[in-house]
């Protein structure tokens, strides 16, 4: 019992070592690749239900590392978390999304994905919205994705900088709902305009009687709060049609695309006429 109690903490202290050798290569490359323009957006395409027509994207952060190939956001967004990087990447990718979408079909929108350490930054407004007017965006085109409660820390600055991009025409999402620690009291602390859904209850609603209890009564909630819903995760038509006849407003997953490089979502704008 003693030598596989030994063989235990030797196992734990080694994936930790690692785990810990990995964490600095990843924060130490993420500081050349950030100002080296590494840390790029992709586009997820997301669909009005009702209508079928594609209304705009969910923005995912992705490192093209020059040996590794594509690096996924699970891999190095808590590491810039834990940093302090994240204010920085997450501007980074704000201004090359904008660039690129400034001359999209101005009924495109975009939804950006922002840190709760970010809502501890007094001038995290200001720093928005001089990046949607320095890359020729307007606001009114662009959705926040929050997600969490570490904004809960200081609930105050949380609604005062929210406060200030809604005055600019953004809108503000729930991200995650259902998850975590986003809960039903969250729905109340800022001003929300959309809740969304979280992949792990679409991706299971067809096979999993409370999965679909939960993605009815999240879409519920919303007509009864006057929030409009996004599901993510939507992988089939079959569950397309399900959540459009339970009153879902949008919907963005594998069954209309993976996520895009800013070329390839550029191509696919101009064979669709929306250039
Ligand atoms: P999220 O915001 O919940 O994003 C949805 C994730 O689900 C994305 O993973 C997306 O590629 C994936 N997904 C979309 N449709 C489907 C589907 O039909 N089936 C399946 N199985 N998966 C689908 P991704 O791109 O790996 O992003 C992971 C997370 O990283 C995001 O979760 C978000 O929390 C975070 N993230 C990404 N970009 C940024 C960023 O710029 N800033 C911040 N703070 N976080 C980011
Ligand atoms: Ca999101
Ligand atoms: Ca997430
Ligand atoms: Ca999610």
Request: contains cysteine; proline residues 4%; charged residues 20%.
């Amino acid at each position: 019992a003693k030598k596989s109690g030994r063989g235990g903490v030797t196992w734990f202290n080694r994936a930790m070592e690692h785990a810990l050798i990995d964490r600095n290569d990843i924060e130490n490359g993420l500081r050349q690749a950030i100002p080296a323009g590494q840390i790029v957006p992709y586009f997820e395409p997301q669909i009005d239900l009702a209508t079928g027509r594609l209304c705009g994207f969910e923005v995912l952060a992705r490192w093209v590392h020059p040996t590794q190939g594509i690096i996924p956001p699970d891999r190095f967004i808590p590491v810039a978390e834990d940093s302090g990087l994240i204010a920085e990447l997450s501007l980074a990718i704000m201004r090359q999304a904008f660039a690129a979408a400034r001359d999209w079909d101005p009924t495109l929108s975009l939804s950006v994905n922002i840190s709760p350490y970010q809502l501890r930054d007094a001038w995290l407004a200001q720093k928005i919205i001089k990046a949607t007017v320095e890359g020729g965006f307007a606001a009114n085109r662009l959705e926040i994705e929050v997600t969490e409660s570490a904004l809960f820390d200081n609930l105050a600055l949380a609604q005062s900088i929210v406060g200030s991009l809604k005055n600019q025409g953004v809108r503000l999402a729930l991200d995650d709902f259902g998850t975590g620690y986003s809960s039903l009291a969250h729905l109340r602390a800022l001003p929300f305009d959309r809740i969304k859904i979280d992949k792990s209850f679409v991706l299971s609603m067809l096979d999993n009687a409370d999965s679909a209890a939960i993605v009815n009564a999240i879409i519920g909630l919303g007509a009864n709060l006057n929030l409009p819903v996004t599901a993510e995760g939507v992988e089939t038509d079959t569950i397309a049609e399900r959540l459009a006849a339970l009153g879902c407003a949008k919907a963005q997953g594998w069954n209309y695309g993976k996520p895009l490089s800013i070329a390839d979502t550029r191509r696919m704008l101009a064979a669709r006429g929306l250039l």
